[in-house]
């Protein structure tokens, strides 16, 4: 049986993050394959970001690269042989060698919008990569969370607007963006600064990180619980769900959700839609 590109990219999305494979695969058509789309392309370059094996110049390299091809297209052919004009590297994950598959996954109605975010995304992690991700000030962490996360969440607002016209609160939108970005944070702490990398402003404890992701979390509620019945809010139920129980978890000194937990919320998100 000949797999479409489509089930292809649901393969891969499933590979890279079983957690929101969930969410993305019970959208309707359309809007699945736009936020297919929008996710695969933000995860091709944050493996990027985040490759062991890259310097850093390496890194602003590549990701300047793929902001370019993505600034000059202009249609979905402009994307044939998109890893043979990068010149990605073999040693890349599979997500980011097929960004350009990735990239034309969605309608043409809204195929550009991502391909905008995604391209100023690359730029902003290019310049993060060649600073070594220096964070000082709280101000320095917004610049940071909004560039790698709460521009993803105005993503959002526009594909589901796109999608049934819903209107949402865009500062909400960031909010929901920043605060599960900052939830990542602390539960990769000790792993950034194993690599040399600190997220935390200068001073900073964990408790202040937690204070923060919180109140970027309370944004994020009210997003989600602005969002009318449907699929738009039952996508964004799940993450912020497991943001919430990782961050509760996080302030009483244990290390992650176990699988089970991840899949019982999940379950639970399922049911309540």
Not at 147 to 162: R, T
Not at 182 to 191: F, K, L, Q, W, Y
Request: hydrophobic share 40%; with cysteine.
């Amino acid at each position: 049986m000949k797999i479409s590109k489509d089930q292809d990219a649901l393969e891969v999305l499933r590979e890279t993050s079983r957690t929101f494979y969930i969410p993305i695969s019970q959208l309707p058509s359309g809007l699945k394959e736009a936020v297919t789309s929008a996710y695969l392309c933000m995860r091709a370059i944050d493996e990027i970001e985040d490759h062991p094996d890259l310097d850093n110049l390496t890194k602003a390299k590549l990701l300047r690269k793929i902001s370019l091809v993505l600034q000059e297209a202009v249609e979905h052919s402009s994307f044939l042989n998109f890893s043979a004009k990068l010149g990605l590297s073999i040693h890349l994950p599979e997500v980011t060698k097929r960004v350009g598959e990735w990239a034309i996954l969605a309608s043409e109605t809204i195929a550009p919008r991502i391909w905008d975010v995604t391209a100023a995304m690359a730029d902003r992690m290019a310049d993060w990569a060649e600073n070594n991700w220096t964070i000082h000030t709280e101000s320095d962490l917004d610049r940071y969370t909004f560039s790698v996360a709460g521009a993803v969440g105005l993503l959002l607002s526009d594909l589901w607007g796109w999608y049934d016209h819903t209107n949402t609160n865009r500062t909400e939108a960031i909010g929901f963006g920043r605060g599960l970005q900052a939830v990542n944070i602390i539960r990769n702490h000790t792993e950034d600064l194993a690599r040399g990398v600190d997220f935390f402003p200068d001073g900073w404890t964990e408790k202040d990180m937690q204070a923060y992701a919180q109140r970027n979390l309370l944004l994020a509620d009210s997003y989600t619980n602005s969002l009318p019945s449907g699929p738009a809010r039952n996508f964004c139920q799940i993450p912020l769900t497991l943001a919430h129980a990782t961050l509760d978890i996080l302030s009483m000194g244990q290390e992650k959700l176990s699988r089970s937990e991840v899949m019982e919320l999940i379950s639970r998100c399922n049911n309540s839609a």
